[in-house]
C-alpha cells in the first residue's frame, strides 16, 4: 500500500516536471523568433524601398491605363477624337504649308464623316471641327453645313458647339444663312433666355438682312406671329405697324412680350443687340406701369452692358430720363471704371452726353464721371467721339458737333410716360371749359391752362424727372468750373496748341475753349488763362513761313486756318491779339493761299473795331485787287 503511493506520487511529479520542462521549451522557442524594435523597422523600410522601386512607374502607367478605359466607356468617340487631336496639332501651326494643311483637313472630314453631329459638342472635336471649316474647300464646308443642318437647334444650346455655329454661319452663303434663320422659328424666345444660345442667335442677327432681322423679331411680338410667318412685309417695319395690320390686341401683344422680356432680364443677358430692339419696341406701347418696373430693373450696372448699340444708347438714355434721383445715381455709380471706354464709342458716348445735360447731382457726377474724363482728357479732346461729352458742356446740343439722328436720340421719349401729361392737361382743359362756359373767351382759357401746366409741372417732376431741376447754366458752371474741368482743358490746349488746332477734332474743343464756351460761362472766372491761349495761338501764326519745316504753317494748313478765321469772326478779343503779334505789318505775305482767308476774316468781323484795326493796312490789298472787298458777316445775312 505504501508502495502504491509512493508509485502515483513519482507519476505526478515527473507529469509536473514534464509540463515545466515543456513550457520552459515553447516559451524558450517564442523569444527566439521574436524580432527587436529596431529589425522590425529596418525590415518595414526596406520592404518599402523595394515596393516603390519596383511598382512606382508601373502604379502610374495602371492609372492612366484605367483612365483610358474608362473614358472609352464613357465616350463613344473616344479614339476618333485622339486621332483628330494629333491631327489638329499639325493643321493649326502657322509654318505649315497650304498643300499640306489642305490634306490634313481632308483627312480629318474623312475621318469624322456620318459623325459630325455627335462628335461636334466635345471640347476637342469642335476645335477641330473650327480649323476644318476655315481652312477647308467650300464643297467641304458645304458637306459639313449640310450633315449639321438638322441639328444646329441642338448644339445652339452647348457651350462648345456654339462656336462652331458661329464660325459655320460667318462662312455661309446667303442661302445657308436664311435655311439656318429659318430652322429658328419657334425657337428664338427660348435661344434669348439661354446664356449659350442667346449667343447664336444675335450673330445670325447681326449677320441677317432687314427682311431677316425682322423675322427673328416678330415672332418675340406674338404668339400669332410665332406660329405663322410671313403675315407682315418689310413695310411693317415698326410693332405699331404690325398690330394695326393684323388687327391684334394690345392686351395679348403685352402679356406675350412680358413672358419673354423678364426671364432675359433676370438672367442678365442683355448684352445683344436684338433684346435692345425688343425692349425699345416694348416701350412704344407698354403702360407706365410696365415702363417703370423695366426701367428699375435696368437702372443698375446691368445699363453699362446695354450702351454698346444704337437702340442700347437709345434705352439708357430713356433711364436716365424717366429714373428717378435713387435710380439715376444707381446708372451713375454703375458707369464707375467704365467711363473712359463709354466716352470713346459711338453710341455710349451720347449717353455721357444725356447725364451731364440733365442730372442734378453735380457732386456724384464730379466724383465720378468727370474725374474720370480728366485723367485721359488730351485724348479724349483728339478723339471723334471722346470729344463730345466736353462739347455738350461747353455748347450744349451745338448741330455742328451732333448729327440729327444724334440730337433726336436725346430728345426720345417713351409715349405711355409723356402721353400721361398730355392725358391730365386735357382732361383739365375739358373741365375748365365746362366750368367756365360760353361767357369766356379763348383767350382766358388759355391764360388759365398756362397757370395749370405751370403747377402740373411742378408736381410731375418729382415722379417723371425727365430733365433736372436745377437751371442748365448753373449746372453746366458747377460741372465746368467747380470741378476743375475748365481749368484742365485750359492748360492741355495751351500746352498742345499746335496738335490741337490741327487736328480734325480737336479743333473743335480748342475753338469752344478760346471763346469762352456758349454764354461766356468760361470769361468771369478763367479770363487770364483763355488770353494766354490767344497769344498761344497768336505765337504760331507769328512764326515764319519756312519751305523745310515738315510741319505746315498754320495759316496755311487746312483745319488751323479755318479755325483761326471761326475765331477773328467770332471773337474781338482774339482778333486783335493775333493781328498786333503776328499779322501787322505782314499781311501782304499772307494774302494768298489758305491764309488769304484768315486776312479776309478781318474784313468781314461783325466788330467795328477790329475792321478799323485792319482797315489801313487791307485797303491797299484791295485796291491792287489781291483781297476781295467782303462786307461783314452780319450785312451779308442781311
Known amino acids: 500500500m505504501a508502495a502504491k503511493k509512493q508509485h502515483v506520487g513519482n507519476a505526478k511529479k515527473r507529469k509536473q516536471i514534464d509540463t515545466e520542462a515543456h513550457e520552459s ?10 524580432p527587436s524594435k529596431k529589425q522590425k523597422s529596418d525590415s518595414v523600410g526596406k520592404e518599402k524601398t523595394a515596393k516603390a522601386s519596383v511598382t512606382g512607374r508601373e502604379r502610374r502607367l495602371h492609372a492612366k ?27 493649326r501651326r502657322h509654318e505649315i504649308a497650304k498643300e499640306d494643311r489642305a490634306k490634313l483637313v481632308t483627312e480629318a472630314l474623312q475621318k469624322m464623316k456620318g459623325k459630325i453631329p455627335e462628335i461636334a459638342g466635345s471640347h476637342i472635336s469642335s476645335r477641330v471641327l473650327q480649323t476644318c471649316v476655315k481652312h477647308c474647300s467650300q464643297a467641304e464646308r458645304d458637306a459639313v453645313f449640310e450633315e449639321l443642318g438638322p441639328h444646329f437647334i441642338t448644339l445652339a444650346f452647348n457651350a462648345y458647339a456654339v462656336h462652331l455655329v458661329k464660325k459655320m454661319l460667318d462662312n455661309a452663303s446667303k442661302k445657308q444663312l436664311a435655311g439656318f434663320i429659318s430652322t429658328l422659328h419657334g425657337h428664338v424666345a427660348p435661344l434669348l433666355r439661354h ?32 406660329l405663322f410667318k410671313d403675315l407682315v412685309s418689310l413695310k411693317e417695319s415698326r410693332l405699331l405697324d404690325v398690330m394695326s395690320k393684323l388687327s391684334l390686341q394690345k392686351g395679348s401683344v403685352l402679356r406675350h412680350m412680358t413672358s419673354v422680356i423678364q426671364p432675359i432680364l433676370e438672367k442678365g443677358i442683355v448684352d445683344h443687340s436684338i433684346i435692345h430692339r425688343l425692349l425699345v419696341e416694348y416701350f412704344s406701347i407698354a403702360d407706365q406701369s410696365s415702363v417703370t418696373d423695366i426701367i428699375q430693373q435696368l437702372s443698375s450696372p446691368l445699363l453699362v452692358r446695354m450702351i454698346g448699340t444704337r437702340d442700347g444708347a437709345k434705352i439708357g438714355i430713356l433711364c436716365v430720363k424717366y429714373g428717378n434721383a435713387k435710380e439715376r445715381k444707381k446708372i451713375i455709380k454703375g458707369l464707375k471704371g467704365h467711363i473712359a471706354k463709354t466716352a470713346y464709342h459711338q453710341y455710349g458716348c451720347m449717353v455721357l452726353v444725356y447725364i451731364l445735360s440733365v442730372v442734378d447731382d453735380t457732386k456724384l457726377i464730379t466724383k465720378v464721371i ?3 474724363l480728366q485723367s485721359t482728357l488730351k485724348d479724349l479732346i483728339l478723339d471723334k467721339n471722346g470729344r463730345r461729352p466736353l462739347l455738350q458742356l461747353l455748347h450744349p446740343n451745338c448741330s455742328r458737333y451732333f448729327s440729327p439722328d444724334e440730337l433726336s436720340s436725346l430728345n426720345s421719349s417713351i409715349p405711355s410716360l409723356s402721353l400721361k401729361d398730355q392725358s391730365e392737361a386735357s382732361s383739365q382743359t375739358d373741365t375748365l371749359k365746362v366750368s367756365l362756359g360760353d361767357e369766356e373767351s379763348k383767350e382766358d382759357i388759355e391764360v388759365e391752362m398756362d397757370e395749370v401746366n405751370k403747377d402740373k409741372t411742378n408736381v410731375d417732376d418729382s415722379d417723371l424727372a425727365e430733365s433736372g431741376k436745377k437751371d442748365p447754366f448753373v449746372r453746366r458752371q458747377e460741372l465746368l468750373i467747380k470741378s476743375g474741368l475748365a481749368e484742365s482743358l485750359l492748360d492741355i490746349c495751351i500746352e498742345s496748341v499746335g496738335e490741337l488746332i490741327r487736328s480734325n477734332f480737336g479743333k473743335e474743343v480748342l475753338y469752344e475753349v478760346a471763346t469762352g464756351g456758349s454764354g461766356g460761362i468760361l470769361l468771369p472766372t478763367l479770363d487770364d488763362k483763355i488770353n494766354s491761349l490767344h497769344e498761344a495761338i497768336a505765337s504760331l501764326a507769328a512764326m515764319s513761313k519756312s519751305e523745310d519745316s515738315q510741319e505746315e504753317h498754320v495759316l496755311e494748313n487746312f483745319h488751323s486756318s479755318r479755325t483761326i478765321r471761326k475765331l477773328i469772326m467770332d471773337c474781338p478779343n482774339f482778333a486783335s491779339t493775333l493781328w498786333e503779334k503776328a499779322l501787322k505789318g505782314k499781311s501782304e505775305i499772307w494774302a494768298h493761299g489758305h491764309s488769304c482767308k484768315v486776312i479776309s476774316a478781318f474784313l468781314e468781323s461783325p466788330d467795328s473795331k477790329v475792321q478799323e484795326l485792319v482797315k489801313n493796312e487791307l485797303q491797299p490789298l484791295i485796291d491792287n485787287g489781291i483781297l476781295k472787298n467782303l462786307k461783314p458777316r452780319e450785312q451779308v445775312t442781311q
Open 25 to 34: 521549451a515553447s516559451n524558450s522557442k517564442v523569444t527566439k523568433f521574436v
Open 195 to 226: 446664356m449659350v444660345g442667346s449667343v447664336v442667335v444675335e450673330h445670325a442677327y447681326e449677320l441677317a438682312s432687314a427682311a431677316q432681322k425682322q423675322e427673328l423679331l416678330l415672332e418675340l411680338y406674338s404668339t400669332e406671329l410665332k
Open 370 to 372: 468727370i474725374r474720370e
Open 65 to 91: 491605363e484605367l483612365a483610358e478605359a474608362r473614358k472609352k466607356k464613357r465616350k463613344r468617340h473616344y479614339t476618333l477624337e485622339q486621332e483628330l487631336a494629333r491631327l489638329w496639332e499639325k493643321m
